[in-house]
């Protein structure tokens, strides 16, 4: 997940790429609470990951963003489980 935060962070936010690694801090990179909104955004529509903006700023690295979107991502949950297709050997 971190290489698709990256990817979104660097194409679509237009921060930096040397500046994104998983230790860097949120406020390093240039994640503000326009950034944050914007990503929030984003990540709903394209991945349909529900991360509200306060979430975002709340957290303390680029790494600690991608764990929370590898949690809440639709295909990480029961939901997500349920929806994948049953492999049958």
Known sequence: MYE???????DDLYLRTED????AGCAEVGLDSLTA????????DRLGIEIHD????ELATVGDVARLMAQR???AG???????PTVVN
């Not at 698709?4 to 660097?10: A, F, N, S």
């Not at 994104?20 to 230790?23: E, F, G, R, S």
């Not at 029961?78 to 994948?84: E, H, Q």
């Open 78 to 84: 029961p939901a997500g489980a349920a929806a994948r």
């Open 4 to 10: 698709v935060l990256k990817r979104i962070l660097v």
């Open 37 to 44: 909104a914007e990503l929030s955004g984003v990540l709903s």
């Open 54 to 57: 306060y979430e975002l700023l």
């Open 20 to 23: 994104i690694t998983p230790a």
């Open 73 to 75: 991502h639709p295909a």
